[in-house]
């Protein structure tokens, strides 16, 4: 079962390093260049310093200058260690889809790593390797984890969220921030043991969902495993735990972008493929490419540079898509980001999982605006616009054992780096 704890965090002491605004960062998997140099540039102890390390020199290695820079900022005070454990509660309100604002709570805490499986930990979708070397290059030289997990769990009766509300209800604001995207993080502090125990205490006989940072978990078993049997605190990765139930969690689409289209017959191909297996409908704008999030048969947005013409795509039959995934439970069948993988990459276009895997023609993005812009301006061929999965399909799918496809869901808002560091051990040396 889960085993989840209290940690003796490394945090920012924020009298040192300044406001909480300026040392906070998106994770690393979703900034670009521009984006990383504005948030280093707002202060040399901002995480991303950490979480997408560049060394100062062409040829220098990116991974032991983290590993430099977070010794230096714990040496000039700017990073401590606690001395005792604790718990930290981030609430986040942010703009919801629809209009309004919504808050999303959850507690960063550290989790043990254990193999995938029933009862424990479970995995819901499939990851790339090029991260998972990446993330496991940079634990290894900070020996520490510099961003948390997104972890889910089933939460029916109320426990977790009532000892997290009676924490924050006995605890006083410890910091806050806004970030650019205008999510509020504020986040209280635990130490009190009875609240400690209150907190970690239901996880014991629960599940965990991994809903975001399947590779920097699947990097701290690599991690715990070179440390040896022993136990100790490289047993653990830094998480962030999200209750099923709480109605702030929200899932947003990744839309599929494909290129290497250029050949005639390619096209061809395609398009007679597309009118073969959907209903297909002109619209009149692109602002209308994105589905609106629902059940029933796969309903997709598409867009190709040549025609520039939108278009609304609906699978006239759902025996298709069984068929090309006879070998799948049915929650998996019904799966907008499974069906479109099995029946138009891979069938119509011939992509292998490898492809897949490493990116061969295909990219993704997770707005419909950055995703239009790309296909228009020939970065990319075509682009299939998705509806969100709801979080309900995502644990069925999980429960069955099967992983989905990548970058099948966008949990929002994101949790920022920089609220706390987990390290990997106690000691320096």
């Known amino acids: 079962m889960a085993d989840v704890q209290p940690l003796r965090a490394l945090r920012h002491d924020l009298e040192r390093a300044g406001p909480l605004a300026r040392l906070i960062s998106p994770p690393y998997d979703v900034l670009d260049a521009q984006q990383r140099a504005d948030l280093a540039a707002r202060s040399p102890y901002n995480a991303v310093h950490l979480d997408l390390p560049q060394a100062p020199e062409p ?6 200058h983290a590993a430099l820079l977070l010794d230096g900022w714990r040496d000039q005070g700017a990073v401590v260690q606690d001395d005792e454990p604790s718990l930290l509660v981030l609430e986040q309100e942010f703009d919801a889809p629809g209009g309004g604002r919504r808050t999303r709570r959850g507690v960063h805490a550290r989790v043990r790593v254990q193999p995938y499986g029933p009862g424990g930990v479970r995995p819901h979708e499939r990851t790339h390797p090029g991260p998972k070397e990446d993330r496991l290059r940079l634990t290894r030289a900070t ?14 009766e109320g426990t977790v969220t009532d000892a997290l509300q009676r924490a924050i209800d006995a605890t006083p604001l410890y910091a806050s921030a806004t970030d650019d995207e205008g999510t509020e993080q504020r986040l209280h502090r635990i130490t009190d043991p009875d609240l ?32 040896g049997a022993q136990d100790g605190p490289h047993r653990f990765v830094l998480a962030h735990l999200v209750a099923l139930q709480d109605p702030g969690l929200a899932v947003f689409p990744t839309h599929r972008l494909l290129d290497d289209l250029k050949d005639p017959v390619t096209q061809e191909r395609l398009g007679t493929a597309l009118k073969e297996l959907f209903d297909v409908t002109p619209l009149h704008s692109t602002d209308e490419l994105r589905p609106p999030d629902g059940q029933g048969p796969l309903t997709l947005g598409y867009l190709d540079r040549h025609f520039n013409q939108p278009f609304r795509l609906v699978l006239k039959d759902q025996a298709r898509a069984d068929a090309a995934l006879r070998d799948k439970p049915a929650a998996f069948r019904h799966l907008d980001t499974a069906v479109l993988e099995a029946l138009v990459l891979r069938d119509v276009l011939g992509m292998t999982e490898d ?26 061929d075509c682009g299939f616009f998705l509806r969100a999965s709801p979080v309900e399909q995502v644990r069925e799918v999980a429960a069955t054992g099967e992983v989905m496809p990548p970058k ?10 920089g609220l706390t560091f987990n390290p990997l051990a106690y000691s320096r040396a």
């Open 59 to 64: 040829d220098g290695d990116p991974y032991l």
């Open 408 to 417: 099948s869901t966008f949990f929002h808002p994101k949790v920022p780096s």
């Open 143 to 156: 020996k520490a984890n510099v961003s948390p997990i997104f972890v889910l769990h089933d939460d029916p």
């Open 355 to 380: 492809d897949v895997a490493h990116l061969n023609g295909l990219g993704y993005s997770r707005t419909d605006r950055e995703a239009v812009e790309l296909i228009t301006s020939g970065r990319y």
């Open 196 to 227: 400690l125990a209150a907190v970690c205490a239901p996880f014991a006989d629960r599940e965990l969902l991994i809903a975001d940072g399947h590779h920097r978990y699947e990097t701290a078993r690599v991690y715990a495993d070179e440390q």
